[in-house]
């Protein structure tokens, strides 16, 4: 089945909006529902104007079945990506109740939908989270589920396993879960970006907030871990490998009747002081920093194996690390404040 209308939940948020640039590019036609939660309008016309395309866009919620219904009569869906969701981590500790009820209601009203208007294709953003606190890395997809250290995870390690389930009966609908490790880095056009509300607690967007002087120094939490250089490693990959991963994944599904997990990363495991160094490389800002208590709940390391990706959908990552900085600094540095400059 070809697949061309493809419905974006959260399409306006960081992902999903550079996800949505990559499926103009190869040719599919993205349709955006966004309840704006966590993003802004202001996206909108960015992205027509770096992809000269009108974009249909829906203010709706998924949770909400007349929004999702409202689309579904107007536009012959083929498919579905699904990023709308909650996700700052220690938000999710405040607020619970909300997380679990939007994420889990955005996916269950999704897949009631699915079923009514017979949409057999998704995909959707799960998390590096899933995998809890790893006794190895690289990280496989055949690694066990962990245990969530918080809110947010265990909401996807449900949603993963609300999929699973779905899937064992409706065995004709395609799914797709990607775990993705640590998106970075912006549309080197510096006109769409990661733009967080307040304090940033993901490690780059902090470090581009330090780099236009709206913060002192990047605290770095913990310099004594069982690493070479004593901070935590992740693996960082840019947010624009991370939309070409959908694409190609729309594509597998195409292919492929049943349920399919692969992890969307680098295979690169960064320590914070080598990703501050690489910073500073690229950009030739410097990140002045002082040394913290550990974070409660951080693991010491995670990176991916991207085999399994790399061998069924075509999937390597593409920037490097200096790429990606260049990027997340390009898009800080024409706006200081966001969406709101
Ligand atoms: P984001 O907050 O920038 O985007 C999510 C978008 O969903 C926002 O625009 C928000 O307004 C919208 N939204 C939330 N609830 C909604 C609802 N009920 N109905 C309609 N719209 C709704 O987040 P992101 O970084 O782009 O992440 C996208 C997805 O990827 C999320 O599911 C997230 O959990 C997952 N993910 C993100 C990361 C990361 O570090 N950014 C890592 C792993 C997984
Ligand atoms: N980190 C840090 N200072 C910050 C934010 C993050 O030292 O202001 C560290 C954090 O302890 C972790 C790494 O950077 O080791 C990545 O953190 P982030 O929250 O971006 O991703 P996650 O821990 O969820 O993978």
Not at 170 to 180: A, E, G, P, V
Not at 211 to 231: C, Q, S, W
Not at 323 to 329: A, F
């Amino acid at each position: 089945m070809e697949i061309k209308n493809v419905l974006v939940t959260g399409g306006v948020g960081y992902i999903g909006s550079h996800t949505v640039l990559s499926l103009i590019e190869h040719g599919y036609n993205p349709i955006i529902i966004d309840n704006l939660s966590n993003s802004s309008e202001k996206v909108l016309p960015r992205l027509e104007k770096i992809s000269s395309k009108k974009i249909k866009f829906y203010k709706g919620d998924v949770c909400n079945k007349e929004d999702l219904e409202v689309i579904f009569k107007e536009n012959k869906i083929d498919a579905i990506i699904h990023f709308a969701g909650l996700k700052a981590v220690g938000e999710s500790v405040q607020k619970p109740v909300e997380y679990y009820r939007n994420n889990l209601d955005s996916t269950l009203t999704l897949l009631e939908e699915m079923l009514k208007y017979q949409i057999k294709n998704i995909i959707f953003s799960s998390s590096a989270t899933v995998y809890g606190i790893p006794s190895h890395v690289p990280l496989t997809e055949s690694d066990p589920i962990g245990k969530a250290t918080n809110p947010y995870g265990q909401t996807k390690i449900i949603q993963e396993g609300i999929f699973q389930d779905f899937s064992f009966v409706h065995k004709d609908y395609n799914i797709c879960l990607l775990r993705y490790f640590n998106p970075i880095g912006a549309h080197p056009s510096g006109m769409i970006g990661e733009a967080p509300n307040g304090i940033p607690n993901n490690l780059m967007p902090y470090i581009t907030q330090v780099a236009v002087g709206k913060r002192e120094k990047l605290h770095i939490f913990g310099n004594d871990y069982n690493t070479p250089d004593g901070t935590c490693i992740r693996d960082y990959v840019h947010v624009c490998d991370l939309a070409e991963g959908h694409v190609l994944s729309l594509k597998k599904l195409a292919q492929e009747p049943g349920l399919v997990i692969y992890n969307l990363g680098t295979g690169k495991g960064t320590s914070v002081l080598e990703l501050v160094h690489a910073y500073e490389k690229a950009t030739g800002v410097k990140i002045p920093y002082q040394i913290d208590a550990r974070r409660p709940g951080d693991v010491e390391a995670n990176y991916a194996a991207t085999t399994k990706a790399e061998k069924e959908l075509g999937f390597k990552a593409k920037f490097t690390i200096e790429d990606s900085c260049r990027d997340s600094n390009n898009w800080q540095q024409h706006n200081p404040n966001g969406y709101d400059d």
